[in-house]
């Protein structure tokens, strides 16, 4: 059965958009006609993909749609590199042909590279390509569980000496002493914030029309299959849950330094235990940046037998069907 052909999926265009709030970002699965019809109501739409599928026809539906950005990830110039993270043979060559074709039809195409251990020494050279081809780059440490629990890609994490080195390279963060610079006092209005726009602004729908706060949150909140969209965002008990959250109802995480600048999130939080706690691979970003411990580290350090270095993950919650 074809994903864009079901019912339950296409109902999102029945959906009024959500009246008095930010234009909401939807992350959806590859272009097909739910990316038509969420652009018909105006959502601002996002892709994510490797690109290797994007072929002329389809970068032709996507360019009068006005997608706001198509994301597309690049592990390494080096094929021997990408291909060996993707698994697939000549994954670069045709990443990087979709990616001019776009770039071509006037598409915003930015190149996501995710650093980890096989390309530690290749965030310069994708940093040049993607200049080469005029295109936006970003790169990102965060290595996240599954969305089925599995923690066996943490290992691919980078380690904190080549963190310390990327965060202190004015090539790819800019102001080396703004971006490492000792966290601001934290004040009422730092507490009083939003500590993600995951359920605010943004929410993820998979490929089985299951809805989620993020991408990087799998705490299922709905299912378009059984309700229309504008209820599960209206209505869900989850998002409304995750909504009524701000930086002073995080226990561990109100107390520290980093709370102004830290890139909490929350969906990795969830994954090891409680959306309101923290989230270890933040705290390690925020210590290697400033060389100021985290909250949280300051309390592992005082209790180390109570809690391993990376703690189980909780059992992921899958929506039923």
């Known amino acids: 059965m074809h994903q864009e052909e079901d019912p339950g999926i296409c109902q999102l265009a029945d959906a009024p958009t959500p009246a008095g709030r930010v234009p909401l970002s939807v992350k959806v699965a590859p272009p097909e006609r739910p990316l038509e019809r969420a652009r018909a109501l105006l959502f601002d739409v996002k892709l994510k993909t490797n690109a290797v599928l994007i072929r002329e026809p389809e970068a032709h539906r996507i360019r009068p749609l006005g997608v706001e950005q198509v994301q597309i990830s690049v592990y390494s110039h080096r094929p021997e590199v990408h291909d060996g993270v993707t698994k697939l043979p000549g994954s670069l060559k045709k990443t990087l042909r979709a990616i001019a074709f776009l770039k071509s039809q006037g598409l915003k195409v930015t190149i996501a590279n995710v650093l980890m251990r096989p390309n530690l020494l290749d965030a310069s050279g994708v940093q040049r390509l993607a200049a080469d081809m005029g295109v936006g780059y970003t790169l990102d440490p965060t290595i996240t569980p599954m969305m089925n629990g599995d923690t066996s890609l943490l290992s691919m994490r980078a380690p904190r000496d080549v963190l310390l080195k990327v965060f202190r390279d004015p090539a790819l963060v800019g102001d080396v002493d703004e971006f490492c610079a000792v966290p ?20 993820y729908i998979s490929p089985y029309a299951d809805v989620y706060p993020c991408v990087q949150f799998p705490l299922p909140s709905g299912n378009l299959r059984r309700q229309k969209f504008i209820d599960i965002w209206k209505n869900s008990p989850q998002l409304n849950e995750v909504r009524s959250i701000t930086a002073r109802d995080l226990p561990t995480c109100s107390s ?53 270095s990376f703690p189980g993950l909780v059992q992921i919650r899958m929506a039923t069907t």
Do not use: Q, W, Y
């Not at 939080?269 to 985290?294: H, L, N, Q, W, Y």
């Open 256 to 308: 520290c330094s980093h709370v102004a600048t830290c890139t909490h999130c929350p969906g990795l939080a969830f994954m090891e235990g409680s959306m309101r706690g923290p989230s270890t691979a933040d705290c390690e970003k925020s210590f290697v940046r400033t060389g100021i411990p985290s909250a949280n580290m300051l309390a592992k350090a005082s209790a180390p037998s109570r809690r391993p």
């Open 184 to 203: 601001p006092p934290v004040g009422d209005e730092v507490l009083d914030d939003l500590p993600c726009s995951a359920g605010h602004t943004a929410c």
